[in-house]
């Protein structure tokens, strides 16, 4: 074993791999299981303002479940993170759609979005079908499925962890379509090696999973996220079935989405200060996003457009009307 992964599997470097890996797996092994939060029955009771829509469309086969708010050609696109929901930007759908067309989706296997475990889950048990992977293209065809459902020609995408890697590789597919990304705490880069990969991933795939979740979600939240925040968040990630974040996780561990590849629309990072992030790291996103407004955030979260809900609006606001993104 390298000096470098044995200090990348010591506990403080786990934490890191959490951070950077949308804060993923082996918290487990670090620290002892604590007891589980109480799920939340229905996570997204509360998701819908006066003036939301709720809709459903299908890929694949599947059902995906996504919430409008306004009219129009052009929308901002909310992707939540890794076992998350669009419950998640609950704090941002007023401000937003006081001024935009906005939508936010469940992803395949998240929130009420269907969850198969298989391609054709209606075979007979003796004739297995191929298992449904919930890899980032997945995702970003669920998302260009929900905008030509919703009539959207063009959006400003906002990724939030995992969402991040999501609408680069929608990006990659569908430029014309893609006005702009805001990143939410994610990542345009790979987050350690082949071997560290499988190793967490392997975490969650035990019985404790769900408290291998519960531990790693407490670790990476912020001194000040609201504990009915915390709360909504814990329920979501329970609501999320353990195939579908087994699978997500082998997504977004796939080389192929972590290409060289420039992103040549505008793109607005809002980062949580980490102290384990790289020093270069702006640079290293500038390396891939050239057109890219980089700010790092102190004293928050992973969380942070629920932790710090006007700022995270205003700033995103802002980028939006200094480059004249969308049409109001």
């Keep these: 074993m390298t000096n470098k992964l044995k200090h990348t599997l010591m ?14 797996l082996t918290l487990v092994f670090a620290f002892g299981m604590a007891p589980s939060a109480r799920s939340d029955p229905n996570p997204d009771k509360d998701e819908k303002g006066p003036t939301a829509e709720s809709h459903w469309t299908t890929l694949d086969g599947a059902r995906i479940h996504y919430v409008n708010y306004g009219k129009g050609s052009e929308a901002l696109v909310l992707i939540h993170g890794w076992t998350c929901n669009l419950d998640n930007w609950r704090d941002q759908f007023p401000d937003f759609a006081a001024r935009y067309r906005v939508i936010a989706l469940d992803l395949p296997g998240h929130g009420k979005s269907d969850k198969p475990r298989f391609k054709n889950e209606a075979v007979p048990k003796n004739q297995p079908s191929p298992p449904f992977v919930y890899s980032m293209d ?21 990724g939030h962890s995992m969402g991040t890697p999501v609408a680069r590789q929608f990006y990659r597919k569908y430029p014309e379509k893609t006005l702009a990304i805001v990143i939410v705490d ?20 035990g019985a404790n999973y ?31 079935p353990q195939h ?13 989405i972590w290409g060289e590849d420039k992103i040549n629309v505008r793109v607005l990072a809002i980062m949580a200060k980490n102290p384990f992030y790289p020093p270069n790291v702006e640079a290293s996103f500038r390396g891939i996003a050239p057109n890219m407004e980089f700010q790092m955030w102190n004293d928050v979260g992973h969380f942070i457009m629920m932790e710090k809900p006007k700022e995270f609006n205003a ?7 200094k480059n004249k993104l969308l049409k109001k």
Excluded: C, W
Excluded at 11 to 24: E, G, M, S
Excluded at 194 to 200: A, E, I, P, S
Excluded at 219 to 240: C, W
């Design 11 to 24: 506990p403080k470097r786990i934490l890191h791999l959490y951070r950077l890996f949308f804060f993923a």
């Design 138 to 158: 997945l995702f970003a065809r669920a998302v260009e499925a929900v905008m030509r459902d919703a009539k959207v020609k063009r959006a400003v995408l906002v």
């Design 186 to 205: 994610g990542s345009l880069r790979p987050f350690a090696d082949k071997t560290v990969m499988d190793r967490l991933i392997e975490g969650f795939r």
């Design 210 to 240: 769900k408290e291998a979740v519960s531990q790693m979600l407490t670790a990476i939240s912020g001194p000040t996220l609201p504990a009915e925040a915390r709360d909504r968040i814990k329920a979501s990630s329970f609501n999320t």
């Design 244 to 256: 579908v974040l087994v699978s997500a996780m082998e997504g977004m561990a796939d080389p192929s």
């Design 315 to 321: 700033a995103v606001m802002q980028f939006l009307d």
